[in-house]
C-alpha cells in the first residue's frame, strides 16, 4: 500500500510517524532531567532538614519531595498562626487605644472647664 499524502502538508503519514517516533525520547530525556533538577533544587534547600532527619542515607526523590511537602506544611502553618497572633496584638491594641480615647473624652465632659464656654462678662 503506497503511502497517504496530507493536503495541508504535503508529508506522508508514515514520515510524520517516523518524525515523532524519533523526536518522543529527546522529549522525555528533557522532561526527566527538568523533574531531576528541580529535586536536586529542593534538596539543597533544605539541606539542613535533611540532615536532620536521615544523616548518612541516601535520600529517594520521593524522600525529597514528602520532606518538601512537610517543611512547606509547617511552613504555612507557622505563617498562619504569626498572622492570628499579629491580628490579635493590633485588634488588643486598637480596643486598647479606643478604651482610652472614650476615657479622655468622658474625663472631659466631666471637667468644668469643657462643660461651659469662657465669657470675660
Same mark, same amino acid.
Given at each position: 500500500?503506497?503511502?497517504?499524502?496530507?493536503? %495541508?502538508?504535503?508529508?506522508?503519514?508514515?514520515?510524520?510517524?517516523?518524525?515523532? *517516533?524519533?523526536? *518522543?525520547?529527546?522529549?522525555?530525556?528533557? =522532561?526527566?532531567?527538568?523533574?531531576?533538577?528541580?529535586?536536586?533544587?529542593?534538596?539543597?534547600?533544605?539541606?539542613?532538614?535533611?540532615?536532620?532527619?536521615?544523616?548518612?542515607? #541516601?535520600?529517594?526523590? %520521593?524522600?525529597?519531595?514528602?520532606?518538601?511537602?512537610?517543611?512547606?506544611?509547617?511552613?504555612?502553618?507557622?505563617?498562619?498562626?504569626?498572622?492570628?497572633?499579629?491580628?490579635?496584638?493590633?485588634?488588643?491594641?486598637?480596643?486598647?487605644?479606643?478604651?482610652?480615647?472614650?476615657?479622655?473624652?468622658?474625663? *472631659?465632659? #466631666?471637667?468644668?472647664?469643657?462643660? %461651659?464656654?469662657? =465669657?470675660?462678662?
Amino acid at each position: 500500500m503506497a503511502p497517504t499524502i496530507t493536503a %495541508a502538508t504535503g508529508l506522508s503519514q508514515d514520515h510524520l510517524s517516523l518524525s515523532h *517516533k524519533l523526536r *518522543k525520547p529527546v522529549v522525555e530525556k528533557l =522532561r526527566r532531567e527538568r523533574i531531576n533538577s528541580s529535586i536536586e533544587q529542593l534538596k539543597s534547600l533544605l539541606c539542613a532538614e535533611f540532615l536532620q532527619q536521615q544523616p548518612d542515607s #541516601k535520600l529517594e526523590k %520521593a524522600d525529597v519531595l514528602e520532606m518538601t511537602v512537610t517543611v512547606l506544611t509547617r511552613l504555612q502553618q507557622q505563617n498562619k498562626t504569626h498572622f492570628l497572633s499579629q491580628s490579635l496584638m493590633k485588634n488588643s491594641q486598637q480596643s486598647h487605644c479606643t478604651e482610652l480615647h472614650n476615657h479622655s473624652s468622658n474625663c *472631659k465632659d #466631666k471637667s468644668p472647664v469643657s462643660s %461651659a464656654p469662657w =465669657r470675660p462678662w
